[in-house]
């Protein structure tokens, strides 16, 4: 079938993947998103590998998953090829489906060791296929690899290393289309990532960034050629895109965009599932964090909106919800409004 994806011997449900966003995809998060339908494959935010072999107690939290958390993948950074393919070893024996190698982090934690994507630009090509290839050799489990089209507009390796990745075994590669020295501004470059498509003989190359609408979706595809799609930020703003393109490879209609009820059905799902992971402390106090995307999109008003982001209690969130499912949406509520997510900024040198 067009539409199918395969990592390997790994057949996913579907060819739209749900893209690491450190701090937002994490286990409730990715849960809520998948019970939506039509993730193919979720990841986790990147875990450093030496944390990792330590079993530090920050990076297993990171790493937490669950029976409805499948197929999932870990993603690994680091820049030993020892210790990348030990931690891999152990991800294979912890249950992971997909171990994911991060290439594509511009911050200055990750790159300034050569980890992220410092690897797209070590001193020798070798050294970062060695890893990979190391990395494939330790498991049996797929290996992918998420990067960016390159350091900067003069060194976009992305083609060249793809390629080579490809010969070392991987399952396939994620790539976002900007360089390192991007970040996040710019527009995600099209042709950058049919290069990439264009270089790889059979893996699948699956495109990433920017992509908020199944328009959007529909250009990526037809101007790249990629097997798949990787949503990162379009999926905070809308989780059931990932639902609403399988049903438009289906049938061709996307479906009716998620109403006011629904919306607030899944932050009242959201905020349960953190409850049952973690109690009601840490879920109360990690979802001010995310209160405020909620509330761009609802529009409850100010007080309840403050009310949110000093969220203390179950009985707090409650008494919320239950004001807003009896008020119902504010007059001119609008399911389509786009808010911003907000990306590092400034000098990439100071990320
Ligand atoms: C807040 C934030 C955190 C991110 N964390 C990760 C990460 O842990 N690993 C990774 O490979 N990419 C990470 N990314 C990059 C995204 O996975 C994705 O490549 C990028 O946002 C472009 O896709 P999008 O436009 O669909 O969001 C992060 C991006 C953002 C904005």
Same mark, same amino acid.
């Given at each position: 079938?067009?539409?199918?994806? @395969?990592?390997?011997?790994?057949?996913?449900? @579907?060819?739209?993947?749900?893209?690491?966003?450190?701090?937002?995809?994490?286990?409730?998060?990715?849960?809520?998103?998948?019970?939506?339908?039509?993730?193919?494959?979720?990841?986790? !935010?990147?875990?450093?590998?030496?944390?990792?072999?330590? *079993?530090?107690?920050?990076?297993?939290?990171?790493?937490?998953?669950?029976?409805?958390?499948?197929?999932?993948?870990? /993603?690994?950074?680091?820049?030993?090829?020892?210790?990348? @393919?030990?931690?891999?070893?152990?991800?294979? +024996?912890?249950?992971?489906?997909?171990?994911?190698? +991060?290439?594509?982090?511009?911050?200055?934690?990750?790159?300034?060791?050569?980890?992220?994507?410092?690897?797209?630009?070590?001193?020798?090509?070798?050294?970062?296929?060695?890893?990979?290839? &190391?990395?494939?050799?330790?498991?049996?489990?797929?290996?992918?690899?998420?990067?960016?089209?390159?350091?900067?507009?003069?060194? /976009?390796?992305?083609?060249?290393?793809?390629?080579?990745?490809?010969?070392?075994? $991987?399952?396939?590669?994620?790539?976002?289309?900007?360089?390192?020295?991007?970040?996040?501004?710019?527009? $995600?470059?099209?042709?950058?990532?049919?290069?990439?498509?264009?270089?790889?003989?059979?893996?699948?190359?699956?495109?990433?960034?920017?992509?908020? @609408?199944? &328009?959007?979706?529909?250009?990526?595809?037809?101007?790249?050629?990629?097997?798949? #799609?990787?949503?990162?930020?379009?999926?905070?703003? +809308?989780?059931? #895109?990932?639902?609403?393109?399988?049903?438009?490879?289906?049938?061709?209609?996307?479906?009716?965009?998620?109403?006011?009820? *629904?919306?607030?059905?899944?932050?009242?799902?959201?905020?349960?599932?953190?409850?049952?992971?973690?109690?009601?402390?840490?879920?109360?106090?990690?979802?001010?964090?995310?209160?405020?995307?909620?509330?761009?999109?609802?529009?409850?008003?100010?007080?309840?909106?403050?009310?949110?982001?000093?969220?203390?209690?179950?009985?707090?969130? !409650?008494?919320?919800?239950?004001?807003?499912?009896? +008020?119902?949406?504010?007059?001119?509520?609008?399911?389509?409004?786009?808010?911003? #997510?907000?990306?590092?900024?400034?000098?990439?040198?100071?990320?």
């Amino acid at each position: 079938m067009a539409n199918s994806l @395969s990592l390997g011997k790994l057949r996913l449900a @579907s060819r739209y993947l749900l893209s690491p966003l450190a701090g937002y995809t994490n286990l409730p998060f990715r849960r809520v998103v998948r019970e939506l339908g039509g993730v193919g494959l979720a990841t986790t !935010d990147l875990v450093n590998a030496r944390a990792l072999l330590r *079993a530090s107690p920050k990076t297993m939290e990171l790493i937490a998953t669950c029976p409805e958390d499948r197929p999932v993948a870990v /993603q690994i950074y680091g820049t030993e090829a020892k210790e990348m @393919s030990e931690a891999a070893r152990w991800l294979e +024996n912890y249950g992971a489906s997909v171990v994911d190698i +991060n290439m594509g982090c511009p911050v200055h934690k990750v790159t300034r060791g050569g980890g992220g994507s410092a690897l797209l630009c070590a001193a020798s090509a070798s050294t970062t296929v060695n890893l990979v290839r &190391a990395v494939v050799e330790a498991v049996k489990i797929p290996v992918t690899v998420k990067m960016r089209l390159g350091w900067d507009s003069g060194d /976009q390796s992305a083609p060249f290393f793809a390629r080579e990745f490809e010969k070392a075994g $991987v399952a396939g590669v994620i790539i976002h289309g900007r360089t390192r020295a991007q970040g996040f501004g710019g527009e $995600v470059d099209l042709e950058g990532i049919r290069a990439v498509v264009e270089a790889v003989e059979r893996i699948p190359v699956i495109g990433n960034g920017d992509v908020r @609408s199944v &328009a959007d979706a529909l250009r990526m595809l037809e101007a790249t050629g990629c097997a798949g #799609i990787s949503i990162g930020r379009g999926a905070l703003l +809308n989780p059931w #895109i990932f639902a609403q393109l399988c049903r438009w490879d289906r049938t061709g209609d996307p479906g009716p965009a998620a109403g006011y009820d *629904a919306r607030l059905e899944l932050m009242h799902r959201h905020y349960y599932l953190l409850v049952e992971e973690r109690g009601e402390r840490f879920a109360s106090l990690t979802f001010r964090k995310v209160a405020n995307w909620y509330c761009r999109v609802l529009k409850p008003g100010r007080e309840i909106q403050q009310r949110l982001m000093m969220l203390e209690s179950v009985a707090d969130f !409650d008494g919320i919800v239950n004001g807003l499912r009896e +008020n119902g949406p504010p007059a001119n509520w609008n399911s389509t409004v786009v808010p911003e #997510i907000a990306v590092p900024k400034g000098p990439i040198e100071y990320w």
